[in-house]
């Protein structure tokens, strides 16, 4: 009580936020109308001058209230569009590194203008982050025209650009892309082998467009870029076999929890089926054998029980295509990892394509905190505020309207069948359309979209066909007092192609699209039409000239009309076919009607057979409505009903909240660990010398196997020479008499070291004395850079196992995080005395062989999850032309002259396994190459 008081008198906290920014608005309007007369020269001046004024000092803040002058007067120019106040106070928001929630249609895109600017004053470079490569590319030419106008340079990241236009467009002042993209260059970056091949300069501002969509819903699944491993098409068909033979008894499922698991039976039925088969390598399925087995089985259960088509995926032109939870669109080239996209390519019958081996993979959450200054932008954040903070540290802030909202947002209907519901929405759908008012109907998926078609068809009604852009005239006869005829829309990842287009129309009066989410769409539903879109599609083959001229004249005083006809029927009608388990992809619903105050209205119609209250209790609710004797065709509507559900969509949030911290955990230990070995990998691209970084691998390597065998203050006699010996042999491809030495009066281990390192050196300097520093250089720097990576993936597969069997540990009352960091840990020290026995053993042993032809490329590797693209990536590039680096002991040198087995001068240089050349028999290390 006291508290609604106190916000009556002074205002939530978000109005004291909003309140504080309203001076510097002021300060902006004050400068108006000095800034509009400038000529156009004179205000592209301004740049340069705000330049030299960070150069001599000033700050960005300092600078704030000319540059958004200015920026806005260039907007007026350039686009015929100039920032509101509220558009203003957005900007501040994210120049701040906030995250700005402000509603549907009330011009997101041109905000980001402002701090974008500003930001890149710098010259360091800002990220503008988009959730697909139709919405960077069009910003960036859009909003592109003002960063130009202004003398910036600007450039866009979209799939299929090579690594120069990928270099050229991120040393560009402003850079707009996809986060799928910018996380895979950085990855990409961290596979090469030379700085000056690397495409990205440097994580210093972005702004996230959607970051509700980027930052939440897709936090959870990693960026993975993958190497195929062996075909093993015909396991996953056999594993596939036995699930449909699996009785209900036999499976455990948990659909709140997304969870399905075997009982006993189903575990002894299916172990006798696989032993049947000949897929088990001992008799019992849990031996540790077939835990390769066991993995197959369960990915090919969650398959079968957890996925289903035309909701999580589609199968389109023989691919298992994966459909975005969140946006209902397509993702093709994404996917699912650990042989799960497999097991539903088996599913389906498709073909199947090889498993992959992660070669470099990191999450959203830790490539965006990467940046030194993150910002955000989206119409629904609210909700999300807490995790926003907790993860990204990231302050939002609702900034109001520039024009009062006036939408109708009704309370949900609820009915007790799905029948009696959807019969209640073509009722309402009919009336819409009747009345000449547009009707945007959501669904939560392809599948039920397609339901509700069917059955508009059956009560009369034709889908549009959208391929001839002519055709869509149907609509409009409405227009011309005709009766508005029965076609609707269908917005789903079927038909992603036109989706800019279908969506830019749903304002028409007596238009009916039924859209599968309306996240991230990029597109506003303007009432009467978008005429913009309307020219581009339907004069696309009318030249310009005075025929041209008249149809645009036609269409804009068509589509006046037309908005007139809707504002009359009131405006867009959102109706909801039932909720989601988060409320920010419902009110992304509801917030496409009322934009810039237009008039809107918005229902939910849900039953007790949905999802989500199915899965929440949904058999209390209906017997307790059969005894108020709720009859069929009626529904109960009231605010209370409302809260429930809230409640409801609270705790499957929090619940999922609770899962990506979790698992962000987890990953905080792969990302320090990534950290240090890619700053590494970069400090060692940058080293001219590479020779005392292997050296010191060569001395530490060295200095741990003879403290392996030879026991602190011991006598030589009690050391172990021979594995010494043998170890030398293995790593160092040294034949050392080591137990010579341990015979000697008075030898100690230092001295053994010693010896060893001095032998060691004379072998590696030979070598630089052969090839020369160049190609030394080349071949150390190489081989540091192929071993880390190498050993790196493998680092990535034992982590990954790691984690999945980590949770056992709490049977055991331990801990399983603090037992992963600590496992996490050891494995990375084996990595770190892996690395330095991986490098000198290689060094020791390489040859180099005179080769004319070009060396051939690094085997193919394709981004894999979240990357559609396919990359290949070949040495080509860095190795000298005439160079082959060999590794192993027994490739040599190809000998330029006849060898005189009685003239050693002849010989050349000689592998260490190769036979001698005096032709004693022997090998060479054992003849002539033996050291004294």
């Given at each position: 009580?006291?508290?609604?008081?106190?916000?009556?008198?002074?205002?939530?906290?978000?109005?004291?936020?909003?309140?504080?920014?309203?001076?510097?608005?002021?300060?902006?309007?004050?400068?108006?109308?000095?800034?509009?007369?400038?000529?156009?020269?004179?205000?592209?001046?301004?740049?340069?001058?705000?330049?030299?004024?960070?150069?001599?000092?000033?700050?960005?803040?300092?600078?704030?209230?000319?540059?958004?002058?200015?920026?806005?007067?260039?907007?007026?120019?350039?686009?015929?569009?100039?920032?509101?106040?509220?558009?203003?106070?957005?900007?501040?928001?994210?120049?701040?590194?906030?995250?700005?929630?402000?509603?549907?249609?009330?011009?997101?895109?041109?905000?980001?203008?402002?701090?974008?600017?500003?930001?890149?004053?710098?010259?360091?470079?800002?990220?503008?982050?988009?959730?697909?490569?139709?919405?960077?590319?069009?910003?960036?030419?859009?909003?592109?025209?003002?960063?130009?106008?202004?003398?910036?340079?600007?450039?866009?990241?979209?799939?299929?650009?090579?690594?120069?236009?990928?270099?050229?467009?991120?040393?560009?002042?402003?850079?707009?892309?996809?986060?799928?993209?910018?996380?895979?260059?950085?990855?990409?970056?961290?596979?090469?082998?030379?700085?000056?091949?690397?495409?990205?300069?440097?994580?210093?501002?972005?702004?996230?467009?959607?970051?509700?969509?980027?930052?939440?819903?897709?936090?959870?699944?990693?960026?993975?870029?993958?190497?195929?491993?062996?075909?093993?098409?015909?396991?996953?068909?056999?594993?596939?076999?036995?699930?449909?033979?699996?009785?209900?008894?036999?499976?455990?499922?948990?659909?709140?929890?997304?969870?399905?698991?075997?009982?006993?039976?189903?575990?002894?039925?299916?172990?006798?089926?696989?032993?049947?088969?000949?897929?088990?390598?001992?008799?019992?399925?849990?031996?540790?054998?077939?835990?390769?087995?066991?993995?197959?089985?369960?990915?090919?259960?969650?398959?079968?029980?957890?996925?289903?088509?035309?909701?999580?995926?589609?199968?389109?032109?023989?691919?298992?295509?994966?459909?975005?939870?969140?946006?209902?669109?397509?993702?093709?080239?994404?996917?699912?990892?650990?042989?799960?996209?497999?097991?539903?390519?088996?599913?389906?019958?498709?073909?199947?394509?090889?498993?992959?081996?992660?070669?470099?993979?990191?999450?959203?959450?830790?490539?965006?905190?990467?940046?030194?200054?993150?910002?955000?932008?989206?119409?629904?954040?609210?909700?999300?505020?807490?995790?926003?903070?907790?993860?990204?540290?990231?302050?939002?802030?609702?900034?109001?309207?520039?024009?009062?909202?006036?939408?109708?947002?009704?309370?949900?209907?609820?009915?007790?069948?799905?029948?009696?519901?959807?019969?209640?929405?073509?009722?309402?759908?009919?009336?819409?359309?009747?009345?000449?008012?547009?009707?945007?109907?959501?669904?939560?998926?392809?599948?039920?979209?397609?339901?509700?078609?069917?059955?508009?068809?059956?009560?009369?009604?034709?889908?549009?066909?959208?391929?001839?852009?002519?055709?869509?005239?149907?609509?409009?006869?409405?227009?011309?007092?005709?009766?508005?005829p029965k076609v609707f829309a269908i917005l789903n990842a079927r038909y992603h192609e036109q989706e800019a287009y279908i969506v830019s129309q749903a304002g028409v009066p007596g238009a009916v699209t039924i859209a599968t989410n309306m996240a991230g769409r990029g597109t506003d539903i303007q009432l009467g039409g978008n005429a913009d879109m309307r020219i581009k599609v339907e004069l696309a083959d009318v030249p310009e000239g005075p025929e041209r001229e008249q149809k645009i004249e036609s269409i804009k005083a068509q589509i006046a009309r037309l908005k007139e006809k809707a504002l009359k029927a009131g405006g867009l009608y959102v109706l909801g076919t039932e909720r989601h388990e988060s409320r920010r992809i419902d009110n992304q619903l509801r917030g496409r009607s009322g934009r810039q105050g237009d008039p809107g209205h918005s229902k939910f119609f849900l039953s007790l057979e949905d999802d989500l209250m199915r899965i929440f209790g949904s058999d209390k609710l209906d017997g307790m409505l059969r005894r108020l004797g709720l009859k069929e065709n009626e529904a109960i509507v009231h605010p209370w009903i409302n809260k429930a559900l809230e409640k409801a969509q609270q705790k499957v949030e929090a619940r999922n909240f609770d899962i990506r911290k979790n698992l962000l955990k987890y990953d905080d230990v792969m990302n320090d660990q990534r950290k240090v070995i890619f700053e590494q990998r970069i400090d060692w691209m940058r080293d001219e010398v590479t020779a005392e970084i292997v050296a010191d691998m060569r001395r530490s390597v060295i200095d741990d196997l003879v403290s392996k065998h030879v026991p602190e203050n011991a006598y030589p006699e009690q050391w172990d020479t021979a594995g010494l010996k043998e170890e030398l042999s293995r790593v160092l491809g040294l034949e050392l008499p080591v137990d010579d030495w341990a015979k000697e009066e008075g030898i100690a281990d230092e001295e053994l070291i010693?010896?060893?390192?001095?032998?060691?050196?004379?072998?590696?300097?030979?070598?630089?004395?052969?090839?020369?520093?160049?190609?030394?250089?080349?071949?150390?720097?190489?081989?540091?850079?192929?071993?880390?990576?190498?050993?790196?993936?493998?680092?990535?597969?034992?982590?990954?196992?790691?984690?999945?069997?980590?949770?056992?540990?709490?049977?055991?009352?331990?801990?399983?995080?603090?037992?992963?960091?600590?496992?996490?840990?050891?494995?990375?020290?084996?990595?770190?005395?892996?690395?330095?026995?991986?490098?000198?053993?290689?060094?020791?042993?390489?040859?180099?062989?005179?080769?004319?032809?070009?060396?051939?490329?690094?085997?193919?590797?394709?981004?894999?999850?979240?990357?559609?693209?396919?990359?290949?990536?070949?040495?080509?590039?860095?190795?000298?032309?005439?160079?082959?680096?060999?590794?192993?002991?027994?490739?040599?040198?190809?000998?330029?002259?006849?060898?005189?087995?009685?003239?050693?001068?002849?010989?050349?240089?000689?592998?260490?396994?190769?036979?001698?050349?005096?032709?004693?028999?022997?090998?060479?290390?054992?003849?002539?190459?033996?050291?004294?």
């Amino acid at each position: 009580m006291l508290g609604a008081v106190v916000r009556k008198l002074f205002g939530t906290s978000n109005d004291r936020r909003i309140r504080a920014y309203r001076p510097r608005v002021a300060e902006i309007n004050a400068l108006e109308a000095e800034v509009s007369a400038l000529s156009d020269e004179a205000l592209r001046a301004r740049t340069d001058a705000f330049r030299k004024e960070l150069a001599e000092g000033k700050t960005l803040d300092d600078l704030l209230v000319p540059a958004f002058a200015t920026v806005r007067e260039a907007a007026k120019r350039a686009l015929g569009q100039r920032h509101f106040d509220v558009q203003l106070i957005g900007g501040m928001v994210q120049h701040e590194g906030r995250i700005s929630e402000m509603k549907t249609g009330e011009g997101k895109t041109l905000v980001a203008t402002l701090p974008v600017y500003l930001n890149a004053l710098t010259g360091r470079g800002v990220h503008v982050v988009t959730v697909n490569d139709y919405l960077a590319s069009r910003d960036s030419e859009w909003m592109g025209q003002v960063y130009r106008f202004l003398g910036l340079t600007v450039g866009v990241i979209v799939h299929g650009l090579d690594d120069e236009q990928r270099k050229a467009a991120y040393a560009c002042d402003v850079t707009y892309g996809t986060n799928n993209e910018l996380g895979f260059d950085y990855l990409r970056d961290n596979m090469k082998y030379r700085v000056e091949d690397m495409v990205q300069r440097g994580h210093v501002y972005a702004i996230v467009d959607e970051v509700d969509s980027i930052l939440i819903d897709e936090a959870r699944t990693p960026l993975i870029i993958s190497g195929p491993l062996d075909d093993r098409s015909e396991f996953y068909n056999t594993i596939d076999a036995f699930i449909p033979r699996l009785d209900k008894e036999d499976v455990d499922l948990d659909e709140k929890q997304r969870t399905v698991t075997m009982t006993e039976a189903g575990m002894e039925k299916m172990e006798r089926m696989l032993r049947e088969a000949g897929q088990l390598k001992t008799d019992s399925l849990y031996d540790v054998e077939n835990v390769s087995v066991v993995h197959h089985v369960n990915q090919a259960l969650r398959a079968h029980k957890l996925f289903q088509r035309d909701k999580d995926y589609i199968v389109r032109n023989g691919e298992v295509v994966i459909i975005d939870e969140f946006t209902g669109r397509m993702m093709p080239g994404r996917r699912y990892s650990d042989g799960l996209h497999q097991a539903l390519e088996a599913k389906e019958r498709q073909p199947i394509q090889p498993e992959n081996q992660t070669l470099a993979s990191i999450t959203f959450q830790n490539y965006f905190r990467m940046y030194e200054k993150l910002a955000g932008m989206t119409g629904t954040a609210l909700t999300e505020e807490s995790e926003f903070m907790d993860i990204y540290g990231l302050e939002v802030v609702e900034v109001p309207t520039n024009l009062p909202m006036v939408r109708i947002d009704d309370d949900d209907e609820v009915y007790r069948t799905a029948g009696e519901k959807y019969r209640a929405i073509i009722e309402v759908i009919e009336d819409c359309k009747q009345r000449g008012q547009p009707v945007l109907v959501g669904t939560t998926s392809i599948e039920k979209s397609e339901q509700l078609a069917d059955m508009l068809r059956q009560r009369g009604w034709e889908s549009h066909d959208f391929s001839d852009p002519h055709a869509f005239a149907a609509l409009y006869s409405g227009d011309e007092g005709g009766s508005h005829p029965k076609v609707f829309a269908i917005l789903n990842a079927r038909y992603h192609e036109q989706e800019a287009y279908i969506v830019s129309q749903a304002g028409v009066p007596g238009a009916v699209t039924i859209a599968t989410n309306m996240a991230g769409r990029g597109t506003d539903i303007q009432l009467g039409g978008n005429a913009d879109m309307r020219i581009k599609v339907e004069l696309a083959d009318v030249p310009e000239g005075p025929e041209r001229e008249q149809k645009i004249e036609s269409i804009k005083a068509q589509i006046a009309r037309l908005k007139e006809k809707a504002l009359k029927a009131g405006g867009l009608y959102v109706l909801g076919t039932e909720r989601h388990e988060s409320r920010r992809i419902d009110n992304q619903l509801r917030g496409r009607s009322g934009r810039q105050g237009d008039p809107g209205h918005s229902k939910f119609f849900l039953s007790l057979e949905d999802d989500l209250m199915r899965i929440f209790g949904s058999d209390k609710l209906d017997g307790m409505l059969r005894r108020l004797g709720l009859k069929e065709n009626e529904a109960i509507v009231h605010p209370w009903i409302n809260k429930a559900l809230e409640k409801a969509q609270q705790k499957v949030e929090a619940r999922n909240f609770d899962i990506r911290k979790n698992l962000l955990k987890y990953d905080d230990v792969m990302n320090d660990q990534r950290k240090v070995i890619f700053e590494q990998r970069i400090d060692w691209m940058r080293d001219e010398v590479t020779a005392e970084i292997v050296a010191d691998m060569r001395r530490s390597v060295i200095d741990d196997l003879v403290s392996k065998h030879v026991p602190e203050n011991a006598y030589p006699e009690q050391w172990d020479t021979a594995g010494l010996k043998e170890e030398l042999s293995r790593v160092l491809g040294l034949e050392l008499p080591v137990d010579d030495w341990a015979k000697e009066e008075g030898i100690a281990d230092e001295e053994l070291i010693a010896r060893i390192e001095r032998h060691a050196d004379e072998h590696m300097a030979a070598k630089a004395g052969q090839w020369g520093p160049d190609v030394m250089r080349y071949v150390e720097k190489s081989i540091l850079l192929q071993s880390l990576d190498h050993l790196w993936r493998e680092h990535l597969v034992m982590l990954d196992h790691l984690r999945n069997v980590i949770g056992l540990r709490g049977y055991g009352q331990r801990d399983p995080l603090n037992e992963y960091k600590a496992e996490a840990f050891a494995l990375f020290e084996q990595l770190s005395q892996g690395l330095r026995e991986a490098v000198t053993a290689q060094l020791m042993r390489v040859e180099i062989v005179q080769q004319p032809e070009e060396p051939p490329p690094l085997p193919f590797m394709e981004a894999q999850q979240l990357d559609p693209a396919a990359i290949g990536m070949g040495d080509e590039e860095y190795v000298p032309a005439d160079v082959d680096v060999r590794y192993g002991a027994g490739q040599a040198a190809a000998p330029t002259i006849e060898r005189d087995p009685k003239n050693p001068a002849t010989w050349g240089k000689v592998g260490r396994n190769e036979a001698c050349p005096c032709g004693s028999g022997k090998k060479y290390k054992h003849c002539h190459g033996r050291y004294a």
